[in-house]
């Protein structure tokens, strides 16, 4: 008969939330178990931020050559597809490398390799027969792509986030099913390669913008480069060794493919690990409702974080709800709650996107919105990457930042300063009050900082020239 185990603080789930919450938890004095089945890095290391970085960043150099031509520069380059895919994988096992030193340097007895499913609210069984006996119980199962059934006749020729990057070449040709932030992401890096690419999304939205004027202007960019069909239905089927892809609805058409890239998302990890033997009210979709603010799950010793909560599904969010849901599993039942930041989401696409805090509406009485576009900004017109907008909006009784979204060049940068902003409650006369260097892209922003400040009868900054600045 096998030892059941005790602990504290049982954490299910080694990925960044996980390994959060559980350094949080003993840092706070609890004893702790960190269950995971593989311990293989996190989804960010392996799978999701950084090897679509490294396939970004192939695209951008191989797009740099194509663009020279533009500054007088006659240069010519040939894209060696295994070897753009060798480094992909030689860096990301860099990457996951660093993460699995850092859990190699847990406490032997902390770690356990064995799947967990809930057998009450704070018992595990685990998969090698033992259980886990707990005070509390972190969730940090993470998420896993999605691939609908209807392409089940085509499985062998469908990739997904955790398997395109195994590919030992560049396809010919790629369909990409969702035009959401990660399918765009690796959609124009494979474009960018010289691979042929469609996008495709049976929604109407792009990046999952809930700003039309923005949306529309980043549709237009990307669809310099590759189409994006949205509003379609589609139908595959096996062709070649390939895919035949049909579609109709906006558009009609029909083309094959060597792959399919299915994008249409990652759900979280949760319908097998026994919630229902929890206690806890589940929704349709079998997800715990919880407080976001302390990662509770109802009032029980059960708490949850990352993408496992299907909330805010990026890296520094799950790092901090590992943070939170460690430190109140450790205390439980005194439960604090933690300290949010700004919501904050970045699409690495050319251009950038980037969508911060409250997005308002066009007649939402309570707001005012400033506008800028980057088609004749100086620095974005000197790097011949001068297209999008930003929209900004504002508390109309102030002028205080509240939301932007943003699509242009470098926004990814200057998005940190407006991400400052709207947390440190700045309004737009006082962020145009901070020094702006000549000529960058964060000029760009002025704009509509301007327009906010005329709509809401702000002063704009006293000993700040509003005059005419060459390439603004």
Known sequence: MMTNLTCDVAIIGAGTAGLAAERSARR???????IDEGFGGTTCASVGCMPSKL????????????????????????????????????ERDAFVAGVEKSIDKLPDEVKIEARAKFAGATILALSDGRQVHAKSVVIATGSSPAIPDMFDAVRDRVLTNESIFELKDLPGTIGVVGAGALGLELAQAMARLGVETMVFDMGETIGGLKDPHVAEAYHAILSREMPVLLGVELKAEPQGGGVALSWTGSESGSKRFDYLLVATGRPPRIKDIGLETTGLALDEHGMPDYDPDTMQCGSAPIFIAGDADHDRAVLHEASAEGMIAGRNAASYPEVTPGKRSVPFAITFTHPNVAVIGKIAKDDDTDSVIGTASYDDQGRAKVEACNAGLVRFYADRRDGRLTGATMAGPAVEHSAHLIACAIQSGWTATEVLDLPFYHPTFEEGMKDALRSICAEVHSPTPPDRDDGFTPGT
């Open 28 to 34: 706070n004095g609890a004893k702790t178990l960190l």
């Open 55 to 90: 396939l970004i960043a192939a695209g951008n150099a191989m797009h740099a050559v194509d663009q020279a031509k533009v500054f007088g520069v006659e240069a010519s380059a040939k894209v060696d597809g295994v070897a753009v895919m060798a480094r992909v994988r030689k």
